[in-house]
């Protein structure tokens, strides 16, 4: 995951992923699940063109499978670290253990707001 220079436009010739970070503790998370999942229904149904796979990563759960290779990771080790609030909504092109980070949506949003951020990282109206 590369955050130096300039954001670029992603292309949807190239899969998506994206990610919602959660934990058991966390209350915040539980009506967003909803609206994640919503929120990848809707935006493939409207863009068909458009390849986006989500995936849920329960953080204490994943820090645990990567510290005694428990269970194959779910996202990088790298990119994991850097999710210091849950819930959070990360967006990348490519697959979630090596594809560049496009969006961060971090903390408790309305659908509407996820969707406008999520369509304007993805260049699609």
């Known amino acids: 995951m590369d955050k130096a220079g300039p954001p670029t436009t992603p292309?949807?010739?190239?899969?998506?992923?994206?990610?919602?970070?959660?934990?058991?503790?966390?209350?915040?998370?539980?009506?967003?699940l909803t609206i994640f999942e919503e929120t990848i229904r809707d935006l493939t149904r409207l863009h068909p063109g458009l390849e986006l796979t989500g995936v849920v990563v329960d953080l204490e759960e994943e820090e645990t499978n990567q510290q005694v290779n428990a269970a194959p990771p779910a996202v990088s080790a790298e990119l994991l670290e850097s999710i210091d609030f849950v819930p959070m909504m990360v967006l990348l092109e490519g697959d979630a253990l090596g594809g560049r980070e496009v969006a961060r949506l971090v903390g408790q949003l309305p659908k509407l707001v996820i969707r406008r951020q999520l369509v304007a990282a993805l260049g699609v109206e």
């Open 11 to 32: 292309s949807l010739n190239t899969p998506h992923t994206l990610l919602f970070f959660t934990a058991q503790w966390c209350a915040p998370a539980v009506p967003m």
